[in-house]
């Protein structure tokens, strides 16, 4: 799908903001088929809005007054008005642009271990540029699986059953809508070589479908609320309910539960030691971060994965696999 019409908007983020640390997450693992592009100061993706693609470019503007970010609408047919405030809308949703960080600074600022790294990346927001579907793919293939086995996976689903875009001289994917799943059997699926995974992908692709989740519904929900709402959904157990409630909803409190390939780099990262109790990490974050807890790990746990694009991390190659 080429995208040839274009309309820009600007954006005025809520002061501070951080361009690269907000729309790039070296932590996110790296397909060949890209979901988005990145370099300093730009940043590429698709978004789905309802059944309707189109391509987003993001640029940092520099301003001495307030953050500034010019936003390039690529589509296939003009933009309405309308579709342009939709858009708009979503996309200071999914990258909490509008979001108050006042009250974090001023706890991170206490941190004196960690306040450099707070203070190198002030202003970085938590984001996903997938809506709840898309997200709940990525976790699905990240499911017991090393990164590299994960990134095959993905990979290959896209390749059979994605959209691609070409914009701005990009190449960028977009995943799937669920219903484009609903004739395709789960013995096909299986037959990709994603293993159990195909009868959690052919369900949650049935009940998306369908209409049975309403994402900005759960936006309205309390955390509590809506953890309940999404492990009732096929195959989500509680590690893919705090990733959701964590980057789809943007609950910063949700340090509930510890992966154990997590546990192993949170001891690194927080104790120096192999391997520490997840109670202990657990309660040591939340003593000091509060409802701010997954905030701060994020922060700190993004800026290990920026220092690995320059450093050899031994320990962090180990538990990665990539």
Known sequence: ???????????YPKSPFHFDDTFHKPSHFPNKLKLEDWEPGKYWQSIRIGKQLYGVKIEEKDSSL???????????????TTELAIIKKELV?????????????????????????????????????????????????????????STQMLD???GKFGTKLEFDKKTIWAIWLP????????QT??????????????????DFGMGKINEHHLRTLSKEAAGKELTKLYGVGP??????????LHHWDTFDHIAPWQQKIYSRLFYNKPLVPTNQIQNDIKKRYGKYSMLAVHYIWEDIFWRRKTEHIGWLEKEIRL
């Open 1 to 11: 799908m080429t995208l040839t019409r274009w309309k820009k908007i600007i954006i």
């Open 66 to 80: 307030k953050p500034q970010l010019s936003i390039t609408l690529f589509s296939q047919n003009n933009l309405a």
């Open 93 to 149: 949703w999914r990258f909490e642009l509008d979001r108050d960080l006042t009250e974090f600074n001023r706890i991170a600022k206490k941190d004196r271990r960690f306040y450099p790294v707070f203070k190198k990346w002030l202003g970085a927001r938590n984001t996903s540029e997938f809506n709840l579907y898309e997200l709940l793919i990525i976790g699905l293939v990240l499911q017991n699986a090393t990164v590299r086995r």
């Open 156 to 158: 290959t689903l896209l």
């Open 179 to 186: 219903e484009n799943l609903h004739d395709v059997s789960e």
């Open 189 to 206: 699926l299986r037959d990709l070589k994603i293993g159990y995974r195909a009868k959690y992908l052919k369900r949650l692709s049935d």
């Open 239 to 248: 590690e893919t309910a705090r990733i959701l409630l964590f980057e789809a």
